[in-house]
């Protein structure tokens, strides 16, 4: 078991891609840590300095406070399993997993020990004897963790291990991967470009774009306050909604204008100084679907619906009030059909608020607990 730290962490490969820049991150011991965003923002060679496959050209990689940077892979003790299941087509599933532990020079019985537990916690006992090549995308999968397993490394480093399977088969390792975890207790460090695999599993999430690290939290910490236009576009389905809006005050209290009214932003939230706001300042009002409620409240907006679209415990509707098109989620209860009139209200309290102009949000955090 070991927490990852890395300071200040640059990679220039030698072609003079820059895949990572000043990297600050901490990943505990014992944590679920998730590395999310879009394919090429560097979360394989972040993964890669942390296994000591790569060399950081500028900052240190540290296990339990100690700087590794120089220590090669196979002392690190740490496990990778990749998206590709990379088995040894030609060993049946037991030697598959027993070949890292020859290499330690483990005694025969303890290989078996190990190998055996393994199989057993993945449910692959009845498979030992078979070759990879008869095997389904899962099972092979849950051979390459066992592999990964045996060795009882202090950190797994799990690069997208999900994308090659179906998709009732990744909802299933996604289960058993969760309970791996509690089980093993192990640091797992996992990396994904889907933001709900990430909601799923991560204790925390660290979100990246182009290299850097631009938000680490809990899920429910990134999905309650995105710091950045770009996160809060990331995480959330189906997506946040976004208002382009102008900043007005009356001198005291603020608000925008949203669908065609006035809007008032929550005072609690707002350090106006903080911020640099001022009036007629560019902003996005980020509204999320499912924080569009049906009202009876005489004041409420009324939308054009469009499409209806059942996802089996809510509905997902597109609205219409003037030309800006929304969505909104509903319970599947609600009786609602296109061209129907919606009636709906937003409580200021659950809007996001970002500058148009760099993106960053410009609400303070909502106080633990709730939503304001
Ligand atoms: P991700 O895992 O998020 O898809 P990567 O870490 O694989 O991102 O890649 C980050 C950037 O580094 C990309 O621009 C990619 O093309 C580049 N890159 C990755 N590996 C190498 C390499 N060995 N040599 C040169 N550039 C690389």
Redesign the pocket.
Known sequence: MAEITLKGASMT???G?K?LTDVDLTVRDHEFMVLL??????????L?LVAGLEKPTAGEVLFDGQVVNELEPLKRNVAMVFQSFALYPHLNVYKNMAFPLKSMKLKPEEIQRRVEEAAKILGIEHVLNRRPRVLSGGQRQRVALGRAMVREPVVFLL?EPLSNLDVKMRLELRDQIVALHKRLGTTFLY?T?DQAEAMQLGDRLAI?DT?RVVQIGSPQEIYDYPNSLYVADFVGAPKMNFFASLLRTDGQNWSVRLLGREFPLPAERIDADAAGFSAGMRVIVGVRPEDFQPSQREDAYTAAVGQVMPMGATLHVEAYIGNQRFLVVLNNHTPICEGDALRLEVDPRTVHLFAAEGGQNLLLPPRKGGKA
């Open positions: 490969y030698p072609n891609t895949a965003g879009p394919s090429g923002c560097g979360k394989s060679t972040l890669r690069d990396v470009h990246m290299g």
